[in-house]
């Protein structure tokens, strides 16, 4: 009797989700783990700031649009893997009960940092990379972890959260955090306050060479953590292997056109010869379309005030015409009294 049950809610889940993300793709959340196991799923795992996943988003809404005709029983969906703990910059996962699942195209960003497997240790980093938890999807109870990362003088470092999800204050109290402070201790100036709850994406930087970041969970309760761009950086002048930031940061010049923002301005990624139309005008794709739809339209209008208008001069020229060929004709045709009553009326 259970069944049933599943595949109610599992209709539900799908109907919310397509409300969420349109008609052809399914915008997930965590609560994909339930829903996969009806029927079989075509997912992208994405990330907001990631310019294949923004190039490729056309094409999957049209895979999404053809295969609701061609193949419906397989559900085209999307997961920002940013919010979920998964993050790969495109996976593509076809999933079935009771088979494995199968990865089609995983490209991994490769410096990336779980930060409980260092507590209380330091790492030492010279280029830029992700930070992050661990590789679960929730982060774990009962942690005390303290993590310093350290570059070389005079190097300084630059941490992005692009997301961040502790568990909400209880009474006020956050009763998980995570702190940063400016230096090699916990006794060092703090730059942020104790982080708890949901946190809109910030960056800070270090004074120096080393920033301490502390991770405090209590024993029960949880949610999907945060994610944490870091990138070493000097001030300028910038050394012939770095690239000079339009804010002045100069970071390692393997870290252009690598499509992540490790300026933390967007400069690193703004002159990439991508494709990406997207990246490149800085508009959203809503604005872009916008766009072009008032320029069709625009278009459009001009043809037909110009089709009206050679129109109208050629009515007018026909009218001339027949206007003129009239009045030939009437001075061609003109008739005298003895054309109608013959000369034997003047007789
Ligand atoms: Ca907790
Ligand atoms: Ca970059």
């Not at 405090?216 to 999907?224: E, H, K, P």
């Not at 139309?277 to 278009?299: E, K, Q, R, S």
Request: hydrophobic share 40%.
């Amino acid at each position: 009797m259970a069944a049933p049950c599943v595949r109610t809610v599992t209709v539900f889940v799908i109907v919310f989700f397509s409300c969420l993300a349109g008609a052809h793709v399914v915008e997930l959340d965590d609560r994909f783990n339930e829903a996969r196991k009806s029927g079989k799923w075509l997912v992208e795992f994405y990330a907001p700031w990631c310019g294949h996943c923004q190039r490729i988003q056309p094409i999957w809404s049209d895979v999404g649009e053809k295969m609701k005709f061609s193949h419906p029983h397989i559900h085209v969906s999307r997961l920002d893997g940013t919010r979920y703990g998964v993050l790969k910059e495109i996976e593509y996962l076809l999933t079935e009960e009771d088979e494995p699942v199968r990865t089609l195209s995983t490209l991994q960003l490769e410096l990336k940092v779980y930060l409980t497997d260092y507590c209380n240790t330091s790492i030492a980093i010279s280029s830029a990379g992700l930070i992050e938890p661990d590789s679960s999807l929730y982060y774990q109870s009962n942690l005390d972890c303290t993590v310093i990362l350290t570059v070389n003088n005079p190097s300084r470092i630059l941490l992005q959260f692009y997301r961040f999800f502790l568990e909400e204050r209880v009474n006020g109290v956050c009763v998980d955090s995570l702190t940063v402070f400016d230096g090699s201790a916990e006794n060092s100036p703090a730059i942020t306050e104790a982080l708890c709850g949901r946190v809109d994406s910030f960056e800070v930087e270090s004074t120096g060479s080393d920033v301490t970041l502390v991770f405090q969970t209590d024993d029960d309760g949880s949610n999907s953590g945060f994610g944490i761009f870091y990138t070493a950086f000097n001030d300028v002048p910038c050394s012939a292997d770095q690239f000079q930031c339009n804010n002045s940061r100069c970071i390692d010049s393997t870290l252009v056109c690598d499509t992540y923002n490790m300026c933390g301005d967007g400069s690193d990624e703004s002159n990439c010869d991508t494709g990406d139309v997207v990246a490149d005008t800085g508009l959203p794709m809503i604005a872009i379309v916008g766009i072009l739809v008032v320029a069709i339209f625009l278009v459009v209008l001009l043809y037909a005030a110009i089709r009206a208008a050679i129109n109208k001069h050629k009515s007018k020229k026909l009218m001339e015409q027949l206007m003129n060929e009239m009045q030939k004709n009437v001075s061609a045709n003109q008739f005298t009294d003895e054309d109608f009553w013959g000369s034997e009326k003047n007789s």
